[in-house]
């Protein structure tokens, strides 16, 4: 069975994080206290939420578990009913095979707490339906991580969701569900990278999450450019997807020389030109890191986007793809190798579009 592969990135502390340490430090909520003595959440326990027990969100949601941490999953179907009767078990390369068990999970209509922390981890697509949930379960403080494969998902969450904060993100990891309450995790990276869009936005709690996650096994970064960051994930995961789905592909065919493996350049750096119109140039050579990314992977690797759009169901399509020549419009830069990609995509699968 085909496996998803996700970009291991490594960023680092940069002067505005560091002010900002020190100056929370001073003011008494670094370690936790505020004045007057008020216990905050970087001393308490956070209570997380996550929504999406996927790959992703299922992997979070059984470490920090594991770890001790106050998460509940939201699920449904058949994979809510395993992890409720049974634990969610982990297949994985990294831990080898265990079974978290209990694990807190339920549904949207059951969930009745009011999270410090929600972790958004559905697809594109399901993104809706979280906004009216989150925003009945949530409180003044909560603060939303979207963890998707779509660039820019937080600043859009945010428009819709104006009382909260809601940070972007992505996620480095290979894994998804096997079966019904079984999560199969391939590889050694686990990386959550997060952070606010605007300095001042910067809280606390951000720093708590970064140090349960780590507690946890995870490698949870607090970036100090998250447009960059994001983007840069962004840059393999759509480029991959598009030529994919193009020469209906696996990572084998990209992995010789050939047309899709110059395609795949191509699309690269149409995105390496939206950076540097956005203003968040990549600082490494995104080509020569995603070609050795993309040769390192199993030949018969895939994306998730091609496999639902050949098993008929929604995808991800619209925000990997499309979203592309919609950047390229807004910020000037010719995208003409997505433009192509777009264009037959929307022939080949309109009753998917």
């Known amino acids: 069975m085909p ?35 008020k216990t905050t959440k970087t001393e308490a326990h956070m209570k997380y939420l996550v929504i999406g027990a996927g790959g992703t969100g299922g992997s ?16 449904r179907g058949e994979h809510l009913k395993k992890m409720q009767e049974q634990g969610l078990k982990m297949e994985t390369t990294r831990k080898g095979n265990y079974t978290v068990n209990p694990v807190k999970a339920t549904d949207m209509a059951n969930y009745d707490e009011k999270p410090d922390i929600i972790f958004v981890c559905v697809k594109g ?31 859009r969450m945010q428009e819709k969701l104006p009382e909260l904060l809601v940070t972007d993100g992505c996620i480095y990891i290979a894994a998804e569900i096997k079966e019904p309450g079984t ?52 840059a393999y995961v759509s480029p991959m997807a598009a030529c994919g789905l193009y020469y209906h592909v696996s990572a084998g065919d990209v992995q010789i020389t050939g047309e899709p493996r110059d395609t795949f350049v191509k699309l690269m750096r149409e ?71 777009a264009d037959k995509a929307r022939e080949d699968y309109s009753d998917l579009c």
């Not at 979070?60 to 699920?75: C, H, P």
């Not at 199993?298 to 793809?321: C, F, H, V, W």
Request: a neutral charge; proline letters at 3%.
């Open 183 to 234: 999560i199969w995790q391939n590889g050694d990276i686990f990386r959550v990278v997060y952070g606010v869009r605007k300095k001042e936005e910067l809280r606390p709690a951000l720093f708590g999450v970064a140090k349960d996650l780590k507690e946890s096994g995870i490698d949870g970064v607090l970036s100090e450019n998250i447009r960059r960051d994001a983007l840069q994930k962004f």
């Open 271 to 341: 995105v390496d030109a939206l950076a540097v119109a956005m203003g968040v140039p990549f600082l490494a050579d995104i080509v020569t890191t995603n070609l050795q990314i993309l040769d390192a992977l199993n030949p018969t690797a895939s994306t998730s986007m091609q496999r639902d759009i050949y098993a008929g169901k929604a995808s991800e399509i619209d925000g990997l793809i499309y979203e592309v020549v919609r950047m390229g419009e807004k910020y000037g830069v010719p995208t003409p190798t997505y433009r192509m990609i």
């Open 3 to 37: 496996r998803s592969f996700s970009l291991h990135l490594f960023f680092g502390w940069e002067s505005d994080i560091m002010f900002f340490i020190e100056r929370t430090r001073c003011a008494g909520f670094w370690n936790g206290t505020a004045r007057g003595g």
């Open 60 to 75: 979070i949601g059984a470490y920090m578990t594991e770890a001790g941490k106050d998460v509940t999953l939201i699920a």
């Open 125 to 155: 697509y399901s993104l809706e339906e979280t906004i009216p949930f989150i925003r009945r379960v949530a409180k003044e403080t909560t603060i939303v991580i979207p963890i998707l494969n779509i660039y820019g998902t937080g600043g």
